[in-house]
């Protein structure tokens, strides 16, 4: 078998996903013969895709849901990203960096079917099962400060609620800093990390890493995570994780060349489920105080009130909060 019949049949199929086209259609639009098309069915089949062979040929069953580079790529509108999907890694933060230390360009974006260390802010792990969540981690080379890697972040956060919303139908919010949430739950996580050039204190690159709950775990969230945790859908949408995938990167790309400018920020204003509540402001080293958050700053620190009347614009690096 030519070692990209595979990749194409899929492609193919996908794009005709729930349509019957013969075996010689097929082997003529890769040019291979009909018996390498049959060699590249079942290979696809022991990956977990969902193809039915019959005398009228092959087809993709609608409800193939298995994430792969040609179902997202069937969905994205933008160019300039490199898209590629492991069954199961680590964390695609973690591999991907070792990805930009080798030189990977700019808009290489690796998704896994499943991570088994995935990693969360402040030394946390997130939760990462097959098939309910989308995990994925995306290279940028920008040229940015230091100071101004909060942008990124935050500007997925919007690209991340417009799409989640659009899909589920969920009125979706972001909870200072970047945290999604559907309703009352959080469904997404987002954990930015960055190699600092010291000597002209800007980005050598940063990795964006998104983890997206699109379904419940289908043995529940572990028991620490049950009272925050939820999921963007409750039911199956017709190849919903490519399309949130898609949507989050095409929501997310159209931003990036302007993250200097914030045109994000408004978005992330509004969608802002923290802005005028009474939080809990949480430092490692002190007890929580208790405040009402005012304002997100333009240098994105959250501006708070005290009950004693005094005023801190909080950064994320010092500080979290929990929303009373
Ligand atoms: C958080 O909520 O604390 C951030 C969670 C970020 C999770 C994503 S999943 C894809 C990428 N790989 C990781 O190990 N973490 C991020």
Request: aromatic content about 6%.
């Amino acid at each position: 078998m030519k070692g990209n019949t595979r990749e194409l049949l899929l492609k193919i199929l996908e794009e005709k996903k729930g349509e019957w086209i013969s075996g010689s259609a097929l082997a003529r639009e890769i040019g291979v013969s009909r018996n390498a098309v049959w060699k590249a069915a079942r290979a696809l089949e022991e990956d977990g895709h969902k193809i039915e062979s019959q005398r009228q040929g092959y087809r993709l069953e609608p409800e193939s849901s298995i994430l792969s580079r040609q179902s997202i790529e069937k969905f994205l509108k933008t160019g300039g990203l490199y898209v590629e999907v492991q069954e199961e890694v680590t964390s695609t933060n973690t591999v991907l960096k070792q990805l930009a230390e080798q030189g990977a360009p700019e808009g290489t974006v690796l998704f896994a079917r499943k991570q088994t260390a995935g990693r969360g802010r402040r030394g946390r792990n997130f939760f990462s099962p097959e098939e309910t969540g989308l995990y994925f981690s995306i290279l940028l080379r920008p040229k940015l400060r230091a100071e101004d890697a909060l942008l990124i972040t935050t500007c997925a956060a919007v690209a991340v609620a417009q799409t989640l919303e659009r899909i589920s139908g969920m009125l979706c919010g972001i909870k200072w800093v970047n945290d999604v949430f559907c309703g009352e739950k959080k469904v997404c996580g987002i954990l930015t990390e960055a190699s600092l050039n010291l000597e002209s204190a800007e980005l050598n690159y940063a990795i964006l890493g998104i983890g997206i709950n699109v379904f419940p775990p289908k043995e529940g969230f572990p028991e620490e995570l049950s009272a925050i945790a939820g999921s963007a859908l409750q039911t199956p949408v017709e190849d919903c994780k490519s399309r949130i995938a898609a949507g989050v990167l095409d929501a997310f790309w159209e931003e990036y060349p302007h993250l200097v400018e914030k045109r994000f920020l408004t978005e992330y204003r509004r969608r802002s489920i923290v802005t005028g509540k009474t939080v809990d402001v949480l430092r490692a080293d002190a007890a929580p105080r208790r405040a009402e958050a005012l304002a997100i700053q333009d240098d994105l620190r959250l501006l708070v009130r005290y009950e004693d009347g005094t005023e801190e614009a909080v950064g994320t690096g010092e500080v979290s909060v929990r929303v009373e």
